[in-house]
Antibody
Framework: EVQLLESGGGLVQPGGSLRLSCAAS????????MSWVRQAPGKGLEWVSA????????YYADSVKGRFTISRDNSKNTLYLQVNSLRAEDTAIYFC?????????????WGRGTLVTVLS | DIVMTQSPDSLAVSLGERATINCKSS????????????LAWYQQKPGQPPKLLIY???IRESGVPDRFSGSGSGTDFTLTISSLQAEDVAVYYC????????FGQGTKVEIK
């Protein structure tokens, strides 16, 4: 079955860190660019970060640049997001999303998300 | 950064009637070398992840009912649901992928 399964979310204090994971199955993971998209409670979607499938190039939204790091392990079919220096405004469901086979960043497969709550 | 603005924020439409959602980008998302608009539409129902409906502004994703259609070019785009069904109640988002990526704020569609 083609799917994405996120994990690693939780409750963390401001300034804390987490490592989010996204396990992919049912497709050739290494061939696709992947992204993280977040959604604060009751709010809209915000693209956070992306990584290419080929050369591992990375991209970030200004709101997380310097605090978040995206990476992937193609041998484990897993995408990661290291989130550091967390702030209250980072509280959100974090979705991983798969780009299409030509690398364009519209997303044809999404996970169900993992919730990150930043609370003192 | 490209800012995406949707209108309206919400709308209520009777079953079987047309629903129209607009999306405007702060700069053109039309790439001249391939004449493609880097614009997608998603549907999100409560408690679910978004679902891709339309890409390249007007191409329907496989399995999406043909009552959903996308149009527009450059900076102005429209998602139309030609005959609203009960299962179409959701929030709809536009997304540009011309320069990294960004989403509109969402439009909530309800039954009148």
């Amino acid at each position: 079955e083609v799917q994405l399964l996120e994990s690693g979310g939780g409750l963390v204090q401001p300034g804390g860190s987490l490592r989010l994971s996204c396990a992919a199955s049912g497709f050739t993971f290494r061939s696709y660019a992947m992204s993280w998209v977040r959604q604060a409670p009751g709010k809209g979607l915000e693209w956070v970060s992306a990584i290419s499938g080929s050369d591992g190039s990375t991209y970030y939204a200004d709101s997380v640049k310097g605090r978040f790091t995206i990476s992937r392990d193609n041998s484990k079919n897993t995408l990661y997001l290291q989130v550091n220096s967390l702030r209250a405004e980072d509280t959100a469901i974090y979705f991983c999303a798969k780009s299409t086979d030509l690398g364009y960043w519209y997303f044809d497969l999404w996970g169900r998300g993992t919730l990150v709550t930043v609370l003192s | 950064d490209i800012v995406m603005t949707q209108s309206p924020d919400s709308l209520a439409v009777s079953l079987g009637e047309r629903a129209t959602i607009n999306c405007k980008s702060s700069q053109s998302v039309l790439y001249s070398s391939n004449n493609k608009n880097y614009l997608a539409w998603y549907q999100q129902k409560p408690g679910q992840p978004p679902k891709l409906l339309i890409y390249w502004a007007s191409i329907r994703e496989s399995g999406v009912p043909d009552r959903f259609s996308g149009s527009g070019s450059g900076t102005d785009f429209t998602l139309t649901i030609s005959s609203l069904q009960a299962e179409d109640v959701a929030v709809y988002y536009c997304q540009q992928y011309y320069s990294t990526s960004s989403f509109g704020q969402g439009t909530k569609v309800e039954i009148k």
